[in-house]
């Protein structure tokens, strides 16, 4: 869905934004690199509020920054 789509990009912005490599992201979020590549990329589209919670506090921002 689209909704899905904007918060795959989301996370990649924030990532980049961040300056963190992929690798780094996973380290911080404590999240496995595959998983990492998986949203960004679209081959992953269901994960869980903890995962995208992780992810947040890796990239020190609010998980509502993925969807805006």
């Known amino acids: 869905s689209v ?3 904007i918060v795959l990009l989301q996370i990649r912005k924030q990532r980049l934004l961040k300056g963190l490599t992929q690798e780094e992201l996973s380290r911080r979020s404590k999240i496995s690199k595959s998983i990492i590549i998986g949203l960004e ?3 992953i589209t269901v994960t869980t509020t903890k ?3 992780r992810i947040a506090e ?3 921002c609010s ?5 805006l």
């Open 51 to 53: 995962t995208l919670v």
């Open 58 to 60: 890796a990239l020190e």
């Open 3 to 5: 909704e899905v789509i």
């Open 63 to 67: 998980i509502s920054k993925f969807f």
């Open 41 to 43: 990329n679209g081959k």
